[in-house]
């Protein structure tokens, strides 16, 4: 954890809600027992910051992929939105086009290195490899850097911006923000949390214990 002694600034929070669902679940915690708004006053108070709202950005699955997971997943958001000063906004889960599946299993079969031998017998297996990466997260990342620059330069709602994921895409936005002296923080799981993100800006991590006993519905 990193120590901040700083003015009490006013923040927003921006979760990245795919990374921080999937963080939860690889540290073994049910993400529907964890209350949104408490990890947001706990996260503000560490940073010694007085909490002005919070942004919950998430995709929507497709209902075709079935309906007990779409329906779900949208109680899920009826009950973020229900939250004290929150906001959810949603993009669609994509499918992609057979170049951009294709691209992306060029890239990762080149990334790993197999000798001559191995990497026929993986590109043989391509089709089965181009199903599971047939649908992915578009704009999240986009809508949460729009929104950043929005409320913190543009509008001043804020002037401090608490990022929740552990993911490193968002560090040139991060670093934009800072140029422009917005004072930034990122805050994550263990698992999952960009050592990148630790390097540059100030950071938390959400213990497993802390999260249980701190932010928990019950």
């Not at 990466?133 to 850097?145: A, P, R, T």
């Amino acid at each position: 954890m990193q120590k901040q002694n700083l003015e009490k600034k006013k923040a927003i929070v921006f979760f990245d809600g795919n990374n921080f669902y999937h963080n939860l679940k690889a540290t073994f915690i049910r993400p529907s027992s964890i209350n949104l708004h408490k990890v947001s006053q706990l996260i503000s108070n560490q940073f010694n910051c007085e909490l002005v709202r919070s942004l919950y950005y998430n995709s929507i699955p497709n209902i075709q992929g079935g309906e007990d997971v779409y329906y779900g997943h949208m109680k899920f958001l009826d009950e973020v939105k229900k939250y004290p000063n929150f906001e959810v906004k949603t993009r669609k889960l994509q499918r992609l086009s057979n170049k951009e599946a294709i691209s992306i299993m060029n890239n990762e079969v080149s990334s790993l290195g197999l000798c001559d031998i191995c990497k026929p017998i993986v590109l043989s297996h391509w089709s089965d490899y181009i199903g599971s990466v047939s649908i992915k997260e578009k704009g999240i990342d986009n809508l949460i850097s729009v929104d950043m620059v929005k409320h913190s330069i543009i509008n001043k709602e804020c002037d401090a911006c608490i990022l929740i994921s552990g993911d490193a895409d968002l560090i040139p936005t991060l670093e934009l923000l800072k140029s422009c002296g917005i004072w930034v923080a990122t805050t994550s799981t263990a698992k999952g949390y960009s050592y990148d993100l630790r390097k540059q800006f100030p950071w938390f991590i959400l213990d497993k214990n802390l999260l249980k006993d701190k932010c928990s519905k019950n």
